[in-house]
């Protein structure tokens, strides 16, 4: 396409590109604000739907878009609990504290008992329509704070969001019908046992207890299906907060396991998509909808359990796993060849070995690899010695890449350093080094699945870096000490770059800048 040379608000000569979508030029800053305002707004994208086959609709790149850049920002149309979710205010969605003595409970609300943050989460707009529904059908909340008990993820939450959803049709029309827009997979969802459960307990709450009779179960279902297919999980770590929401904008992002995109929320729980690498026009934009450290089989079987589903992207489709090898087991037999499946599109394929040709089925391997998941999970977080030990257990029997030798190194590179009795200043120069080494070796794998500035590549930097000024310090040789810092700082840059989006991690990165500096300049006084 040519670069337009009229100003889109006066026609006059312009040659000012709109930044954003750079479909548009204008003469002057003050009409390029006016035509924002007269409507460009909603048509300056960087990105269009499209629709096929295997992916539905989709968003497709309508320009070539740069590392870090800001694609999409989006409010949500609809907040809410998760399905089972720790006790939660519903008016400020943030996870509630154990009350302060002498109350015994938490604040209840007026009306409805719902646990609230106090009074003024009474008022909150996200909560007044579903109060005053449970208030008139005289429903009130069992949810109590339990001294001396462990406190749980709540099931009845369950019905929050749903209820949310149900009342836009009358509160607002507009946004219901955009959410009826979305896709449910409602057919395949009918017949798995979570939604035979809704339809016994959850529509008759809804059409019983809360009196909504005149809608149809399937239309109730329809939405909790909607939910599942397309909400996105909140989090913002230092508020307390994990709620769902929906987003039709960013719901229209197809997955890929090796996607271009990653996404964050800024402090108004807006979505945000950014550009993970360098994204061509014409390539289809994706985010992960799984975690990209798993291996393909597990991948797979969570997006068809979750999304509905069969991923067929480049890293399902290859039996290397884009040579990462996270699904491989070591042969029992030959104990030499990696053990990969022969289809890895088939879920039931056989697995083989690739040097002996031992076959195995399917489900043999994923009981094996199921009790090794369970094994690493229930691993003692506090210190290094378990995940090591793990490694050493599994050293014979899994592949170096595979996702659980992955997943423990990954957790021994935020341990090192970080944990009680393993801070920076008190490991030895062979734990230091290990973490070092850890770092460079996830980086390295990490490009193969996670290239650009993706958030595991951030975590994975900013524990080299603090690392390395830590062995540069250690240092008796100047040029040593040098170079470890010059290396230092050009991991700190990238940082910076990776997480310029993410607001909670700018004060460490200008402590981690001060460190850097302070110990260069000690280091040029001492040169
Ligand atoms: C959040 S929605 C995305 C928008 C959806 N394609 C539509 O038309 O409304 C998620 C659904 O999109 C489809 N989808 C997304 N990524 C896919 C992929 N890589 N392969 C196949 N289907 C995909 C699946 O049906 C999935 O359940």
């Known amino acids: ?109 007026s009306a409805c008992s719902w646990p609230l943050c106090g009074p003024e989460c009474e008022r909150s707009a996200f909560h007044v329509d579903e109060c005053r529904l449970m208030a008139a059908s005289k429903f009130q909340s069992k949810i109590n704070y339990n001294p001396g008990q462990p406190v749980g993820k709540e099931s009845a939450y369950c019905v929050i969001m749903l209820l949310r959803c149900m009342q836009l049709k009358e509160s607002k029309p507009a946004a219901f019908a955009r959410l009826c827009e979305l896709e449910d997979h409602l057919k395949e969802r009918l017949e798995t046992p979570l939604y035979q459960v809704l339809r016994a307990n959850l529509i008759s709450f809804i059409k019983t207890v809360l009196g909504l009779r005149e809608w149809p179960d399937l239309d109730i279902l329809r939405i909790a299906a909607i939910l599942d297919t397309n909400a996105f999980e909140v989090r913002q770590a230092g508020d307390r907060i994990k709620v769902r929401g929906l987003f039709p904008g960013g719901a229209m992002f197809s997955h890929d396991c090796v996607p271009n995109m990653r996404h964050r929320f800024d402090d108004d729980m807006n979505i945000m998509f950014l550009a993970k690498r360098p994204i061509a026009k014409g390539e289809i934009l994706s985010i992960s909808y799984t975690q990209q450290l798993r291996s393909t089989i597990q991948r797979r079987l969570h997006l068809k359990q979750v999304k509905c589903f069969e991923c067929a992207c480049a890293r399902c489709a290859d039996p290397t796993e884009l040579g990462t090898y996270a699904g491989a087991h070591m042969c029992a037999k030959c104990k030499v060849g990696k053990f990969i499946s022969m289809d890895p599109l088939q879920n039931a394929a056989n697995w083989r070995c690739e040097v002996c040709n031992l076959i195995r089925p399917a489900k043999e391997y994923l009981i094996n690899d199921a009790k090794i998941e369970a094994e690493l999970e229930s691993l003692d977080k506090t210190t290094p010695q378990s995940f090591e030990d793990f490694l050493y257990r599994h050293r014979v029997e899994l592949h170096e890449t595979n996702t659980h030798i992955l997943q423990a190194k990954y957790a021994l590179t935020q341990i090192y350093g970080n944990v009680k009795g393993f801070g920076m200043d008190e490991l030895s120069d062979v734990s230091l080094k290990r973490k070092v080494e850890l770092c460079e070796e996830l980086l390295e794998i990490s490009n193969l699945f996670d290239s650009g500035w993706s958030i595991f590549r951030g975590n994975l930097l900013i524990a080299l870096e603090e690392a390395t000024v830590t062995q540069a310090m250690r240092l008796d040789e100047a040029s040593e000490c040098e170079a470890k810092l010059k290396k230092a700082a050009e991991i700190l840059e990238e940082i910076t770059n990776i997480m310029k989006h993410e607001p909670e991690m700018q004060q460490l990165l200008t402590e981690r800048k001060q460190i850097l500096d302070a110990a260069l300049e000690r280091f040029s006084n001492n040169a």
């Open 1 to 109: 396409m040519t670069t337009p040379t009229k100003c889109a608000y006066c026609q006059a000569h312009a040659t000012q590109l709109c930044a954003a979508c750079r479909n548009v030029v204008y003469c002057s800053r003050e009409h390029q604000k006016e035509h924002w305002k007269r409507g460009h707004k909603l048509e300056c994208k960087c990105y269009e739907l499209a629709s096929n086959e295997l992916l539905g609709r989709h968003l497709r790149a309508t320009r070539d878009i740069k590392m870090g850049e800001l694609i999409m920002r989006e409010a949500p149309l609809v907040l809410g609990p998760k399905v089972a979710s720790m006790p939660i205010c519903l008016g400020c969605h943030r996870n509630l504290l154990p009350p302060q003595k002498p109350a015994l409970n938490y604040y209840k609300c």
